[in-house]
């Protein structure tokens, strides 16, 4: 009996790992040139990327991306996380054909996600590189119940990103529209990733994420307790 006790106080704490945060800035798409005029307009602020927040589970990748607009008002919204996990092939492109430039970096998984009908339609898509782009599964849960506040909330199986805990991936976050649209903003850069919509947007360099384990883990581990969380730009 003492045993099932310690072994079910021990599972209560295997948990979520505390989340980086990923700050961008607020804005940055407005800086000149056609996209200028047009979001200036037509208030297309939902593309606009706040930060990102990301963690995970033993299974889970946990993803937060925060917009300047209210997803509840606006009919359509394209968020995507472009993923290079370091251990599959990889390619320039990406699973949607959008019109970005990697800047001499490359993704091996593409999950891409829509915010769409006044935010109500919301899922999203994971395609994989192979020696070609494929449809390879579903987010594995998406959450709109934070639409108003600008939260665009999904989640997706490690195993779909070919990722397990303990591994480290590079990334980008970028939204975008419709056809060959290109990366509106990135998370990537803090400054201006494209001019117009006819215009290649470039990445800045790849943020870095670790795998670990959740705080519970490290704590039956007996390496340290809890993680602390850990904010980068």
Do not use: C
Request: proline content about 1%.
């Amino acid at each position: 009996m003492r045993s099932i006790l310690i072994a079910a106080a021990l599972a209560s704490l295997v948990g979520m790992a505390h989340a980086d945060v990923y700050n961008d800035n607020s804005g940055n798409h407005l800086d000149g040139g056609d996209l200028h005029d047009f979001f200036q307009s037509q208030g297309f602020d939902h593309l606009d990327i706040v930060s990102a927040a990301i963690t995970n589970d033993a299974t889970n990748l946990y993803v937060d991306i925060t917009l300047n607009a209210d997803l509840d008002a606006t009919n359509w919204g394209k968020y995507a996380l472009a993923i290079n996990n370091g251990n599959d092939a990889s390619d320039a492109g990406n699973g949607w054909g959008r019109n970005i430039d990697w800047g001499g970096q490359t993704i091996s998984h593409w999950v891409a996600t829509w915010a769409d009908g006044d935010g109500t339609q919301i899922g999203g898509q994971v395609w994989s590189f192979d020696g070609g782009w494929s449809e390879t599964g579903a987010v594995a849960g998406s959450d709109d119940s934070q639409h108003a506040s600008g939260h665009q909330i999904f989640t997706i199986a490690l195993a779909d990103l070919g990722l397990s805990v303990g591994d480290t991936f590079t990334f980008d976050i970028v939204s975008t529209g419709g056809g060959f649209d290109p990366g509106v903003d990135h998370l990537s850069r803090s400054d201006f990733a494209t001019d117009m919509w006819g215009t290649t947007s470039v990445a800045g360099q790849f943020l870095t994420y670790d795998v670990v384990p959740a705080p519970g883990v490290l704590a039956m581990l007996g390496l340290g307790g809890l993680v602390a969380g850990r904010r980068r730009r």
